[in-house]
Structure formats: C-alpha cells, structure tokens
C-alpha cells in the first residue's frame, strides 16, 4: 500500500511479461473497457485504493499495454508520467495534471499533440518513436528545458519559437531536410 506522498514505481522487465488474465479483459470491447475500469485496473496494479491515487507523484507503466490513458486524469499530483510502449493513440487526461514535470509517452502510435497545452510546469518531455508529422501543440509549455520528438515522421518544425528555456531538442530520425 502507498503512503500519501509516497512513490510507486512499476519497473519495467527486461522482457515482456506473459500476458494475465486482467490484461486481455482490457482488450474487450464494452463496459469492461471503460474509463473506469482502466482505473480499476491500475489501481489494483499498484495495490493502491482509487482514493489514493491522488497522492501518488510518479506513475510509471512501460510494456503494460495499457492502451488508453484517460484515467490519468486520476492522479492530479503526478510530477512524473511513463507510460512507454503501451499502444496509446490519443493523449488524454493530462490536462488535471498540473504538477507534472516530466513525461515520457515514447513509443507510442500518437500522431499528433494534444492536450499538453495545460501543462505550464513540465520541464522534461519525451515523445520520440511514435507517428508525430508536426512540432505544434507545445507553445504554451513554456517551462520545458528537454524536448525529444526523435524517430516520429516530422517533416515541419514549428510552434517552438515560445519555448525560450529549451536548452535540449532531439528531432533526430525524422523526415526534417
């Protein structure tokens, strides 16, 4: 059980798990595949009560298949967020997390930025090895000092003329001439 304040990290194996029975419910269409239930899930996962979710400040999911992350919205005092290799299409739910100061959504299938607008204190954002075409979406992160968008599909760079404290850019593997 998490204490409040307390950190809880899922290390990640070296190689993937065998799926369990909870992983494939996931899957199914339906009322098993709800926000809710994605919450349940995770909560279970960590061993912590929906209640204490709250508190937790790094959330750290990596070959999980978690496959929406909708429920973050649930975990208002994240100051970190990996959610890596979990076939996530659609950022959602970040926009509660007010805190957050670094993140990783690598190796993804996003293609496109969304909903990191809300995001004025993050420093550290990792979103290379997923299908992203632009660099927009980012303007009003103004605090970010670490971006890396490398190996996405990137064949224009713009909306980063705000980021005045970006000091690291990695846009490497991309389709940039």
Same mark, same amino acid.
């Given at each position: +059980?998490? $204490?409040?304040?307390?950190?809880?990290?899922?290390?990640?194996?070296?190689?993937?798990?065998?799926?369990?029975?909870? /992983?494939?419910?996931?899957?199914?269409?339906?009322?098993?595949?709800? +926000? $809710? /239930?994605?919450?349940?899930?995770?909560?279970?996962?960590?061993?912590?009560?929906?209640?204490?979710?709250?508190?937790?400040?790094?959330?750290?999911?990596?070959?999980?298949?978690?496959?929406?992350?909708? #429920?973050?919205? /649930?975990? &208002?005092? @994240?100051? $970190?967020?990996i @959610?890596?290799?979990? !076939?996530?299409s659609v950022?959602? !739910?970040?926009?509660r997390?007010?805190? @957050?100061?670094?993140? %990783?959504?690598?190796? *993804? #299938?996003?293609?496109?930025?969304? &909903?990191?607008?809300?995001?004025?204190?993050?420093?550290?954002?990792?979103?290379? %090895?997923?299908?992203?075409?632009?660099?927009? !979406?980012?303007?009003?992160?103004? +605090?970010?000092?670490k @971006? %890396? +968008?490398?190996?996405?599909?990137?064949?224009?760079?713009? &909306?980063?003329?705000?980021?005045?404290?970006?000091? /690291?850019? *990695?846009?490497? !593997?991309?389709?940039?001439?």
């Amino acid at each position: +059980m998490a $204490e409040s304040g307390a950190q809880i990290v899922n290390a990640a194996p070296t190689a993937p798990a065998p799926k369990s029975k909870k /992983h494939v419910e996931m899957r199914k269409p339906g009322a098993q595949n709800s +926000m $809710e /239930h994605r919450l349940d899930y995770v909560c279970n996962f960590l061993g912590v009560k929906k209640e204490a979710a709250k508190e937790l400040t790094v959330l750290d999911f990596c070959l999980d298949d978690i496959c929406r992350m909708d #429920f973050i919205s /649930h975990f &208002g005092n @994240l100051k $970190e967020l990996i @959610l890596i290799n979990q !076939g996530i299409s659609v950022m959602e !739910g970040l926009d509660r997390l007010k805190n @957050l100061e670094k993140c %990783w959504l690598t190796h *993804n #299938f996003f293609d496109q930025i969304k &909903g990191l607008d809300k995001l004025r204190n993050i420093k550290e954002l990792y979103l290379g %090895w997923n299908r992203l075409t632009r660099t927009t !979406g980012l303007e009003k992160c103004v +605090m970010l000092e670490k @971006l %890396w +968008m490398d190996c996405n599909q990137i064949d224009l760079v713009s &909306g980063l003329g705000s980021l005045e404290r970006l000091e /690291h850019l *990695n846009l490497a !593997g991309n389709n940039i001439e």
